[in-house]
């Protein structure tokens, strides 16, 4: 299913917000990245932080698909 942006952008606020679902987001570089639970989401960029303290942060350019499932 193809949406906009900005619901693309409510959408991915919404479930990282919900700490219940596992998110695997496909990058245009061809990367795949599984955030874990400790996510948020500032401004237009995803935020995860790991278990060890490493921190990333993902613009929503980037972002090619995303999958959304429940934990």
Same mark, same amino acid.
């Given at each position: 299913?193809?949406?906009t942006?900005n =619901?693309?952008?409510?959408q &991915?606020?919404?479930?990282?917000?919900f700490? +219940?679902?596992?998110?695997?987001l496909? &990058?245009r570089? +061809?990367?795949?990245? =599984? &955030?874990?639970?400790?996510?948020?989401?500032? +401004?237009?960029?995803?935020?995860q932080?790991?278990?060890? +303290?490493v921190r990333a942060?993902?613009?929503i350019? =980037?972002?090619?698909r995303?999958e959304?499932?429940a934990?």
């Open positions: 299913m193809r949406v942006d =619901e693309f952008r409510k &991915l606020r919404q479930y990282i917000d700490r +219940g679902i596992d998110i695997i496909h &990058l570089d +061809g990367a795949v990245v =599984e &955030l874990d639970k400790n996510r948020c989401m500032e +401004g237009d960029v995803v935020i932080n790991n278990r060890i +303290g942060s993902i613009h350019a =980037e972002i090619r995303a959304f499932f934990a």
